[in-house]
């Protein structure tokens, strides 16, 4: 399952809208991640797996590495966009 993918399942069991990427921004990284281990915590309880915390701190972890993977993703795009031109 890709990320994008993730996301979706997550807005829509969670019922966030699509603008709630914007209000992620404002959170910090350890309550995003929470609020992303809990909802696949939720969606697997339904599916009939339960899980410990281990995996519930595995994959706080995980998320917390795909946000600042996101963020450096950002500033190195950005840091190109301005560029110094020598006159």
């Not at 997550?10 to 404002?26: C, F, H, N, V, Y």
Request: glycine share 4%; no cysteine; net charge positive.
């Amino acid at each position: 399952m890709t990320e994008a993918e993730m996301l979706k399942m997550i807005r829509r069991i969670t019922g966030a809208s699509l603008a709630a990427g914007k209000q992620e921004a404002t959170q910090p990284d350890s309550v995003i991640a929470e609020n992303y281990a809990r909802v696949v915590a939720e969606v697997m309880r339904r599916d009939g797996i339960e899980l410990n915390g281990v995996d519930m701190r595995d994959i706080r972890s995980r998320v917390r590495e795909l946000l600042a993977y996101r963020r450096r993703l950002v500033m190195f795009r950005e840091s190109e966009i301005y560029t110094y031109q020598w006159k």
